[in-house]
């Protein structure tokens, strides 16, 4: 029998969707918490092969969700492209800046990533043996206007602001920028597919700060050119987009990008998204993470207003954005239970 997520993906209305929880490896868990003390730091850990699958399988094993997530970050890429990466504790990701045409030359392209990306896709051979029978493996990257605003400001921010200055004082530069991460994205994407990866995703956590014409060219047409090459690489490769807080502009989505399944945030209530969204193929999402904090009678009753709001039609059950660390892993058996007990 096909793998659930296999069939939401290509269409199928399930009686119970299929769930997975973006950031289910992660700090809220004990065993993650182990696993990366014992690679000592995040980055030696995502280049782990060993320890990444282990981080990879512990939220399958604890709660047998229907699919695995590769343990990685969107931040290798620009690592592989030759930039300077570390993470400060408590604080987050730094990266060496882009911010003139001599930066952007120091960039590599074309096949050097994958020596920096190897351990990566070693992790996802792994993983296709070790995971159970009924679990799809999920690959996944950034999305270029995502991975570019931390390239550019050398840092998380909270609306994006060098990024948008740079595309607004040196559009030529900018765009260079993103058409390089398509250009790799698509190879790093690739190369997880060939090493055992059944769906990607790309992760456009930031496209909800790119307005009209700027969210057509810099977030739904890098999606839709990854998108199309993959799939005439990969012919049947299903692609999950994440256009994360784009509101309005995920009406649509699936159409203009080619993607099987858009993932939909909970800045948008589940009844307009199975209204405007699930119409033209799957949704992904899209309960409040802040459920995995809190749990109680709230919790059962907003999954419950999920799985109903997207019965209709092709749904993978998720959160709208990933778990914190501070959630509680009781409240994660608890969603599960609520969606499965439907
Ligand atoms: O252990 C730690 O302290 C590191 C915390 C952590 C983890 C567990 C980071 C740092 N990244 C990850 C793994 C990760 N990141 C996964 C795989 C595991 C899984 O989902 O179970 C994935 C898919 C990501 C994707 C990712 N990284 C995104 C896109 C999704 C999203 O959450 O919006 C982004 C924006 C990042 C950058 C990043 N990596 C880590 C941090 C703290 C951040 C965010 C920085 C910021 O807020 O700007």
Known sequence: MTKTIL????????????????????????EYKATRAEAGDFLSLCYNPELA????????????FDAAILFADILLLPQALGMDLWFVTGEGPRLSTITS?????????????????????????????????????????????????????????????????????????????IDRLTEATIDYLSEQVKAGAEVVKLFDSWAGSLTDEDFDRYALEPARIITQELKRRHPGLPVIAFPRQAGDKY?????????????????????????????SGCVQGNLASSHMVTGGDALVAETQRVVQAFRNGPHIFNLGHGITPDADPENVQLMIDTVRGM
């Not at 699958?53 to 047998?64: D, K």
């Not at 990306?117 to 690959?139: C, D, F, M």
């Not at 950034?142 to 595309?167: E, S």
């Not at 009406?251 to 699930?278: K, L, N």
């Open 101 to 177: 045409d001599a930066d952007f030359d120091k960039l590599g392209r074309g096949e050097m990533i994958h020596d920096t990306l190897n351990p990566i896709y070693q992790t996802v051979r792994n993983l296709s043996g070790a995971l159970p029978s009924e679990t799809t493996l999920i690959g996944f990257a950034g999305a270029p206007w995502t991975v570019a605003t931390y390239m550019i400001a050398g840092q998380g921010t909270k609306d994006q602001g060098p990024a948008h200055a740079l595309k607004a004082e040196n559009r030529a530069l900018f765009e260079k920028i």
């Open 53 to 64: 699958t282990e981080a990879t399988l512990q939220p399958i094993r604890r709660y047998g």
């Open 7 to 30: 069939r939401a993906l290509a269409g199928e209305t399930l009686p119970t969707p299929p769930i997975w929880m973006m950031r289910q490896a992660g700090r809220y868990l004990p």
């Open 251 to 279: 009406i649509g989505f699936h159409q203009a990008s080619g993607a099987d399944c858009v993932a939909v945030d909970d800045s948008v209530t589940p009844e307009w998204a199975a209204e405007h969204v699930q119409v």
